[in-house]
């Protein structure tokens, strides 16, 4: 449905689901068969209405991202939504400085791989030395490359845990260990996808 007049349809119903008026964020989460120009087309009809403030996409690389930005209109992207979290990391060697120097917000989604993060121990190791859990290391880590994240709050003490991560301070040690732990991608890396 993301061709113009799918893109609008597909976001009326979404305000009606969730009687809203406007949407602060709007994404297109696959590129598929249509043209982004049609994409781009149905985002400008909604933010003309006034039914969208921004708009992004999910799932988009380097390649993806200059195509959008080149279109008429298409530098207004404020987000590009991808998997990034310590295990997948491979968005640091191109995306991720691309987005920066282009003013795109990365928003991680994933940002602690399922829970399967939670499971390593060196994660723990550093979690047990910062008086917080891995969850919070985590997703601090995240935040400190700049980026927002998405992590699931299934209750309000999970929610209570990953509010911790904004206020957690990763000092270089911690940064080191998840560095040797988790490293750093060493050239371009296909985009992940879950």
Same mark, same amino acid.
């Given at each position: 449905?993301?061709?113009?007049?799918?893109?609008?349809?597909?976001?009326?119903?979404?305000?009606?689901?969730?009687?809203?008026?406007?949407?602060?964020?709007?994404?297109?989460?696959?590129?598929?068969?249509?043209?982004?120009?049609?994409?781009?087309?149905?985002?400008?009809?909604?933010?003309?209405?006034?039914?969208?403030?921004?708009?992004?996409?999910?799932?988009?690389?380097?390649?993806?991202?200059?195509?959008?930005?080149a279109l008429p209109g298409g530098d207004a992207v404020a987000v590009d939504q991808?998997?990034?979290?310590?295990?997948?990391?491979?968005?640091?060697?191109?995306?991720?400085?691309?987005?920066?120097?282009?003013?795109?917000?990365?928003?991680?989604?994933?940002?602690?791989?399922?829970?399967?993060?939670?499971?390593?121990?060196?994660?723990?190791?550093?979690?047990?030395?910062?008086?917080?859990?891995?969850?919070?290391?985590?997703? #601090?880590?995240?935040?400190?490359?700049?980026?927002?994240?998405?992590?699931?709050?299934?209750?309000?003490?999970h929610i209570r845990e990953i509010r911790g991560a904004v206020d957690l301070h990763?000092?270089?040690?911690?940064?080191? #260990?998840?560095?040797?732990?988790?490293?750093?991608?060493?050239?371009?890396?296909?985009?992940?996808?879950?």
């Open positions: 449905m993301a061709h113009r007049k799918g893109t609008v349809a597909a976001c009326e119903g979404s305000l009606r689901r969730l009687r809203a008026e406007r949407l602060d964020l709007y994404l297109l989460h696959w590129r598929g068969r249509w043209p982004l120009e049609e994409t781009l087309a149905g985002f400008t009809d909604l933010m003309e209405a006034e039914k969208i403030r921004y708009w992004g996409v999910s799932n988009l690389d380097v390649a993806d991202m200059v195509e959008l930005t991808v998997l990034y979290n310590l295990s997948r990391r491979g968005v640091e060697w191109d995306l991720l400085p691309w987005c920066r120097e282009a003013g795109v917000t990365v928003m991680a989604y994933s940002p602690i791989e399922q829970g399967r993060l939670l499971k390593v121990e060196a994660l723990g190791a550093v979690a047990r030395a910062l008086g917080a859990t891995p969850a919070q290391v985590a997703l #601090a880590w995240v935040l400190t490359q700049g980026t927002a994240a998405i992590p699931r709050s299934g209750s309000p003490d990763l000092p270089t040690e911690a940064l080191d #260990a998840l560095d040797e732990a988790f490293p750093p991608p060493g050239g371009p890396t296909p985009l992940e996808i879950l």
